[in-house]
């Protein structure tokens, strides 16, 4: 099937960029308008319609940014800072990244290594199960605090509590999409192994690894989003220095919300840029295991 | 037992009875059954009248509740476990992520044969059912026809003596059939296996087979042995010939000798 042509791919999305920009300018106008007003009231200033506009959406420090104020502190700290600056996005997107990428390796062996031992040993199937799905239940921001002051006493801190905390959100979805994989195989496929009498490593390295493929990458997508939000989350808790979520904080201490919106933007950017090469990944699997292309 | 040394499948008062939410359900019930080697025998009947049952325990994927069978002089289980057996299922039943060339590899893989003898049996039994070349393709590239000849080929890239195979034409036109029926004979001619086959189809079962046993439902169980008197050679001429429908008639005759025709 040929792809759908470019522009026929790429309009869509477009249209729905602008309206998403649109009512965030609308947002923007509206939000910031009560403090403007009172400004204005107080300095004794009449402003025209337009200027009003003009001022909410240049405030240094407003409720909701204006689209192009938080591209320009994007584009200031992100190209025109040093890379090695407190300032930099570059800087904060690393240190994220880092405890992120830590995190989702080890949250995905993990997940890996529990599905195995569910899918073949039947005394793990039944007890295992329900305690990481309990495990899941407890909110990860009552946990975050606890795994890094704990940590901190031991004189373990910087990138291990995040990689923790990622490695904790992360394996779940591994788990339980592994655990559907390995078993997902028909009756058919396990008769066949049956009648030539394979063992059980030989029916799980060529039966049920290829066809837990599809499910595995799709866990994936899902571990690394979460892996995502562990690492910022994990550095909320003790006023971290560095990471986009330390920027979120000190952008919340000292009121300064562009600073927040642009370090939201760089968070959603790494992760589609993270989701995205899972996404190549499980292509080129893929392709190397001749799935018929959609 | 006085099975005789020549037995492949020596079956006795063989029953099979599964216990389901609704009450026991006998598939197979008092089966006496003597397959010889180099014996075409194919199983006929309706459904549920257990052939598909009778073929899988052979194949110890199902067990037995009553009586014996022996399998090559071996308990099933024995004989699954030396690799006694090849088996094709109703669906091809190829891996999708392998190539035709790999899927036939996958038992000599598990078997254990070495690299350059399992190039070698790839390539012979790809000649055998003619899909010489398609090796490199992928299942979902070949026809429903070519992926049941791919799972042919499959079950006998291997030594084993027996082929057990489940209606494995059923879901295949007429055409294709026809062909596929005359490839299998010239094949089984050519490598001078025992085949146990089961069919929907009293033609196939008449056109192919030394002996069709005819089946019947509830319980399941033998009602004729039928030994056909059609030569070993067989173009597929012979289906309108008087005596290839004095077998079709008899089968019909059992058929219905055990009320298969009736509701």
């Keep these: ?294 | 037992m006085n099975a005789s040394p020549a037995s492949v499948v020596s079956a006795r008062k063989l029953g099979l009875t599964f216990q389901t939410s609704d009450g026991p359900v006998h598939a197979l019930s008092d089966v006496d059954l003597e397959v010889e080697k180099g014996d075409f025998v194919s199983f006929i009947g309706p459904s549920g009248c257990g052939k598909t049952t009778f073929l899988r325990v052979i194949a110890d994927l199902e067990k037995n509740t009553a009586g014996e069978i022996t399998v090559n002089g071996m308990t099933p289980e024995e004989a699954r476990k030396s690799r006694c057996y090849g088996y094709v299922f109703q669906a091809p039943a190829l891996y999708p992520w392998r190539t035709i060339e790999k899927n036939i590899a996958l038992p000599l893989e598990i078997m254990g044969y070495a690299g350059t003898e399992q190039q070698e049996r790839i390539r012979r039994t790809l000649d055998l059912v003619s899909l010489a070349g398609f090796g490199k393709k992928y299942p979902w590239q070949l026809s429903g026809g070519m992926q049941q000849r791919a799972s042919i080929a499959r079950a006998l890239a291997f030594d084993a003596d027996l082929l057990l195979m489940d209606e494995p034409f059923g879901a295949l036109d007429e055409i294709v059939r026809d062909h596929l029926n005359a490839q299998l004979l010239k094949l089984w001619a050519a490598t001078q296996k025992t085949i146990c086959f089961v069919t929907h189809s009293i033609p196939e079962a008449v056109y192919l087979s030394t002996r069709i046993v005819v089946m019947s439902p509830r319980p399941g169980r033998v009602t004729d042995v039928i030994e056909s008197t059609l030569p070993r050679e067989r173009p597929l001429e012979i289906r309108e010939t008087p005596e290839f429908l004095q077998i079709a008639h008899r089968v019909r005759e059992g058929l219905r000798a055990g009320h298969s025709y009736e509701e």
């Design chain 1, 1 to 294: 099937m040929i792809p759908a042509p470019l522009s026929s791919r790429i309009l869509p999305v477009l249209a729905i960029v602008t309206v998403i920009i649109a009512v965030w300018y609308a947002a923007a106008i509206w939000m910031n308008a009560p403090f403007q007003r009172d400004l204005d009231r107080r300095g004794d200033v009449v402003s025209t319609t337009t200027e009003f506009i003009g001022k909410t959406l240049s405030q240094p420090k407003p409720v909701v940014p204006a689209p192009h104020q938080v591209a320009v502190n994007v584009f200031e700290n992100t190209f025109l800072r040093k890379v090695t600056s407190n300032r930099s996005l570059v800087y904060h997107s690393w240190v994220t990244l880092s405890s992120t990428l830590a995190g989702f390796a080890f949250g995905t062996l993990l997940g890996i290594m529990i599905a195995v031992g569910i899918v073949h040993v039947k005394a793990l199937d039944r007890s295992l199960m329900p305690w990481i799905i309990a495990s899941q239940t407890v909110p990860i921001l009552a946990i975050a605090p606890m795994v890094v002051v704990v940590l901190a006493a031991v004189n373990v801190t910087g990138l291990i509590p995040k990689a923790l905390i990622s490695t904790y959100l992360s394996f779940f979805p591994v788990a339980v999409g592994m655990v559907k994989g390995l078993r997902s195989p028909d009756l058919i496929h396990l008769d066949l192994m049956r009648t030539y009498n394979a063992s059980t490593w030989q029916t799980f390295w060529k039966l049920r690894v290829p066809a837990s493929m599809p499910f595995l990458f799709t866990s994936m997508k899902v571990a690394v989003a979460a892996s995502l939000v562990g690492a910022i989350v994990g550095e909320l808790p003790t006023g971290a220095a560095a990471g986009i979520g330390s920027k979120l904080l000190a952008g919340s201490y000292y009121s300064q919300t562009i600073d927040m919106w642009a370090a939201l933007i760089a968070g959603s950017v790494l992760a589609a840029a993270l989701v995205t090469i899972v996404g190549i990944g499980a292509r080129m699997v893929d392709r190397r295991m001749g799935v018929k292309p959609a």
